[in-house]
């Protein structure tokens, strides 16, 4: 765990009898990561091939039939992108068509506690991180072909 110098004896103090569920080895290679300079290395490193990729999904969403019926929220930043769909399916019904296709999806249903109190378009999480960027045009036309009527 990282914390402030200052509050190490507080929760030594309070907390100390909990047991930590991550292993000492992986904090302790963490550790030396973030000591030797390579973690922040790493997460600069990945925050650019994730811009790319985030960029080249967008490019493809606006430049397919399904920029008429898709509104993208939360593009500014993360590993994900939420995909506001208006085109008269149903949420598992999206999904179902898109999984027909080979792209596996989930929405945003799923992460909710209770069912919206008033019905809405179906939002999809699109993620991009493990999508290899010269694949990410070519899901989309699978999306394209799965969600035009």
């Not at 390579?38 to 606006?62: C, G, P, Q, T, V």
């Not at 945003?108 to 694949?135: F, H, K, Q, V, W």
Request: glycine share 6%; aromatic share 6%; proline share 4%.
């Amino acid at each position: 765990m990282v914390i402030p110098r200052q509050l190490v004896s507080v929760f030594s103090e309070r907390l100390g009898v909990y047991s930590c569920t991550v292993p000492t080895f992986e904090q302790l290679v963490l550790a030396l990561l973030i000591e030797s300079g390579d973690f922040e290395r790493h997460i600069n490193r990945m925050k650019k091939i994730y811009k790319r990729k985030r960029r080249a999904l967008l490019d493809a969403l606006s430049a397919s039939s399904l920029d008429a019926f898709t509104k993208v929220e939360g593009s500014e930043a993360g590993l994900h992108l939420l995909l506001k769909i208006q085109n008269g399916m149903s949420e598992e019904t999206l999904l179902d068509r898109a999984a027909k296709q080979g792209v596996l999806l989930h929405g945003l249903s799923e992460y909710r506690m209770e069912a919206a109190s008033t019905p809405s378009p179906p939002i999809i999480l699109l993620g991009y991180t493990t999508i290899p960027e010269n694949d990410i045009e070519k899901a989309v036309k699978k999306l394209e072909k799965a969600w035009t009527l």
